[in-house]
């Protein structure tokens, strides 16, 4: 123990940059954070950025472990700190006569936009106050920056109601007939600031903290206490970051953008994020701070001359109104994206004409402009196709994947606000993110409205098809987060009156209401009444010439779970290279069929059953005459009959007259067999390769009409499919045996009579610990294995997968599965009974044929498994077989190291 203690008593946790000093750079975001990472990265190649300090990640997780404190070691190095930055600046903390301003700010690993608490304007109090208003000449400024500094400590650090503040200050313009926070005088924000701090004593019943040093360590406190706030914990659940990462906390000599007409603060992207088109990108506010353009509440102006002569903007953009600024600003861009080579997201500030760097990060974009950033920075020169296929995220592909506004729909537009995040959404009004939570969980489409979002707002945003709001810019909190999510959001739509208490929004003299049909579009901005017809994408351009380099570098196949003709083009339009698993139970329901199944059901003896076989047969063998003309020359995994009988009969009463009378038996005689054939846990019941052992016959049917329908094909087009007839939940080698004996009997039959053969596989879906364990012996019958993941995780965790969501969403949040297990595969579990039966599998037949078919089939992470174990393929729903397509690439790129 003395050991340990000593070595984290001399655990160094502050790391400085600025002023010639880096103590860290880009390779330690791990402990930096990405912001503190890039800011010692920033000042080490030369750039303006402010001095500063950052405490590490790994005191985060101290101050959690030990019980929200600080120890006094880390008290000397923030000590330290500051006097690194006031011996830079030529300010002290807390000076009264020209007082050091510090900005406090989280920063994780990865971006986690709005989701954390930052500070500004700190080390402000009655007495510093003056002597910044002379320092720097301007009594207007000082006590902006104050009132700015009481309102966000308040909220942040104090967890005072936001709302009071922002009402005082909402009144304080009223009163003088100001529409805008600039127009208010020194000494209007003089008075307003004693009303501030008359609310702070009201309702926390002592006064507001005159002390910097207690201001500092309170705000520090606040920003790793953010890291687990409500906001923080959704956004890590949505974003798959781990909870034990924590954040850094970033301490950074303040620079002003609200010291006049020459001063102005900025969020830019040296690509378009949207579009992914190479121009630059961004918003900036004059005589402002940063958290005025992020948070929304004023609504920027433009970056460049020719963004806002493309809008029709009136205000001057940045290029216009301070050019020189914006000359040596876009240098930087060039510089950035060059040393980082990846577009960037920066932060700025102008103070009085000089400009100075507050972040870069890798920014956050589109799937088509992650798509198109990533092969035009190869054609660049910039990185290489290896590295362009490992920029795109698979998972993001989804946003291309889907139907966008058809454009000669009719569209009845209410307004329109700038086009945050593409694409298209229609569905209900709601003024929450609590209601859009709730009635998207019932199932309904919801279209999110609010004034401006916020961090709380997290849920609701990520339950609904799409965010309006009423202010704020296209590098504000809906835009980002919308963006990173994949929702279309349009922005500052700036005609839209909302009510949140009455629940309605108002424009143009139009009322819309709670419930009411609205869709936005997400790339013009429009909003419109009701709903508007879609059109499906066309997955070229980037997006094909991406796919070209990701087919030549991955090795996994690739194939999807499709049983209609259908799927099966969807499937093969997205480069599916054949059917993984087709579900033959899906055809058995058909409303044509279905009385010919429960005739089968209800026979007495092998011969009714077979008689009423005979009625499915043509109907089964033209299904599979659909379905191998779309597949023609690929193989295609059939599974025979895998659920319970009784899952054919009808449950409810009123059911059974109408169901007696279309089989041709009485009420009681159906009633009786349904109650024989019940079962108290049927997934582990009479289903799957059980029923082909007591009823043979069904499977020899089924066989039949593959076999049959593959030769139709092969006659007609000349190119056979390849069906590979999978025997569902086997146990034990037996079991595939007989029902290998089955199928093989059956083609010998098909084939004798037709005069023709066509190459076919028998294997199994693993889907069974058993099974697996036993792979090596099941593999002397079977000629593929396929794990059935979604069955063999329940059968594995002993969890069911329609009842965990019920409490698997706390497992997660607690650490006890790092990711839901029926989303991504559990590897220490059932990915190790799949790396056993692959070893065991092979060991007996080395060529033997492997891949997946669950809905694991389309998770990046599982994908990246597979291709650690050394399957032959995946299998992914259709519209998942783009992104299967790019995981399995850059699980290919990354095995090679």
């Known amino acids: 123990m003395a050991t340990a203690a000593k070595t984290q008593a001399d655990e160094r946790y502050v790391y400085r940059f600025g002023g010639g000093v880096s103590d860290g750079g880009s390779g330690d975001k791990n402990l930096l954070g990405g912001k503190g990472a890039n800011l010692a990265e920033m000042a080490s190649i030369g750039l303006p950025v402010p001095p500063g300090f950052t405490i590490s990640t790994a005191m985060c997780t101290r101050y959690y472990e030990e019980g929200e404190t600080f120890p006094e070691s880390v008290r000397g190095e923030v000590a330290a700190g500051i006097v690194h930055i006031e011996g830079i600046t030529g300010k002290k903390f807390g000076d009264a006569s ?22 500004l304007n700190l080390g402000l109090n009655d007495e510093t106050v003056e002597g910044l208003a002379s320092a720097s000449g301007d009594e207007r400024f000082a006590w902006d920056s104050y009132r700015r500094f009481i309102q966000m400590y308040s909220d942040v650090v104090l967890g005072l109601d936001h709302g009071a503040f922002e009402e005082a200050l909402e009144v304080a313009k009223e009163d003088k007939g100001f529409t805008l926070d600039t127009e208010l005088s020194a000494a209007d ?3 307003l600031v004693a009303e501030f701090k008359s609310l702070v004593e009201e309702q926390q019943g002592a006064p507001f903290p005159q002390d910097v040093h207690d201001q500092l360590w309170g705000a520090v406190g606040a920003v790793f206490g953010s890291w687990q706030s409500d906001r923080a914990k959704v956004y890590r659940r949505l974003n798959d970051i781990p909870g034990s990462w924590g954040t850094a906390v970033n301490v950074q000599a303040m620079v002003f953008g609200n010291m006049g007409d020459t001063s102005a603060t900025g969020v830019a992207f040296t690509r378009d994020p949207s579009t992914g088109h190479n121009a630059y990108y961004g918003e900036f506010l004059i005589n402002a701070q940063g958290e005025d353009v992020v948070a929304g509440i004023r609504t920027p102006q433009y970056l460049t001359k020719a963004a806002r002569e493309d809008a029709g903007a009136k205000p001057l953009s940045m290029e216009e109104a301070l050019p020189e600024a914006y000359t040596e600003l876009a ?25 100075w760097m507050l972040q870069t990060r890798s920014g956050k974009r589109t799937a088509k402009a992650a798509l198109k950033i990533a092969v035009d920075m190869a054609a660049e020169g910039l990185i290489t196709r290896d590295e362009a296929i490992l920029r795109v995220d698979p998972q993001a592909l989804d946003q291309l994947l889907h139907p966008t506004l058809d454009p000669s729909a009719a569209r009845d537009v209410l307004t329109k606000g700038l086009p945050a995040s593409p694409g298209a959404a229609s569905g209900a009004a709601v003024f929450d993110a609590d209601t859009a939570e709730k009635w998207a969980a019932d199932g309904k489409a919801v279209i999110l409205l609010r004034t401006e979002t916020s961090p709380e707002d997290i849920h609701g945003m990520h339950a609904a098809k799409g965010i309006l709001t ?3 810019g296209m590098t504000s909190h809906a835009a980002v987060v919308a963006r990173g999510m994949g929702r279309p959001c349009v922005s500052g739509a700036g005609a839209l009156s909302i009510d949140n208490k009455a629940k309605t929004a108002r424009v143009g003299g139009r009322e819309v209401k709670e419930g009411d049909l609205l869709t936005i579009d997400g790339a013009t901005g429009e909003v419109m009444a009701g709903e508007v017809a879609t059109i499906q994408p066309e997955l070229a351009g980037d997006f094909g010439t991406l796919m070209v380099w990701a087919d030549e570098v991955r090795r996994l196949k690739v194939r999807a779970n499709a049983e209609t003709p259908l799927d099966c083009r969807t499937a093969r339009d997205f480069g599916a290279e054949g059917v993984g698993l087709c579900r033959t139970e899906h055809m058995f329901f058909e409303a044509d069929r279905i009385t010919a199944v429960r005739q089968m059901i ?13 009625k499915l047969l043509p109907e089964q063998r033209s299904d599979f005459q659909a379905i191998f003309e779309v597949m023609a020359g690929l193989p295609v995994t059939v599974r025979l009959l895998d659920p319970p009988l009784h899952e054919f009969l009808p449950h409810e009463e009123a059911e059974f007259a109408e169901v007696a009378t279309a089989a041709g038996v009485d009420v009681d005689t159906l009633k009786r067999r349904a109650g024989e054939l019940h079962e108290f846990n049927p997934m582990l019941g009479h289903r799957g ?25 092969a006659e007609k087009s000349g190119e056979a499919p390849i069906p590979e007839i999978m025997i569902p939940l086997v146990a034990t080698k037996r079991e595939l045996e007989l029902m290998k004996a089955v199928v093989d009997r059956t083609a010998k039959a098909v084939f004798d009579e037709r005069g023709k053969t066509v190459e076919y596989l028998v294997g199994t879906m693993i889907e069974l610990p058993r099974a697996a364990l036993r792979a090596g012996e099941i593999a002397e019958a079977g000629e ?4 059935g993941t979604n069955d063999l995780t329940q059968t594995t965790l002993g969890v069911s997968r329609d009842d965990a969501g019920r409490f698997l969403g706390s497992y997660v949040e607690q650490g006890i599965y790092a990711k839901d297990p029926f989303v991504s595969i559990d590897v220490e579990g059932v990915g190790e009974l799949i790396r056993l039966a692959a070893e065991r599998g092979r060991a007996t037949r080395p060529d033997i044929k492997l891949g997946i078919c669950g809905e694991h089939g389309g998770d990046p992470a599982s994908i990246a498994f597979c291709e650690s174990v050394g399957l032959d393929y995946v299998s992914a729903s259709p519209y998942r077989v783009p992104i299967a397509r790019l995981a399995a690439a850059q699980a290919a790129l990354k095995a090679r190291g």
């Open 602 to 614: 209800l026979a007495e003896d092998e011969a009714g059953r077979r008689a009423a076989l005979e």
């Open 331 to 355: 240098a930087v861009f060039d510089r950035l994206e060059r040393h980082y080579r990846d577009m960037q997201d920066i932060e700025f500030t102008v103070q009085q004409g000089k400009l």
């Open 470 to 472: 009423a202010r704020g």
């Open 689 to 713: 390769c059980r029923l082909g052992v007591t009823y043979p016959e069904i499977y020899e049917v089924q066989a039949r009409a593959i076999f049959e329908a593959a030769l139709d094909v």
């Open 784 to 787: 593929f294995f396929s794990f």
């Open 189 to 191: 924000l003089k008075a």
């Open 98 to 119: 020209d007082p050091l301003l510090v900005s406090v700010r989280s920063g994780a690993r990865v971006s986690m936009p709005g989701m954390m608490d930052t500070v």
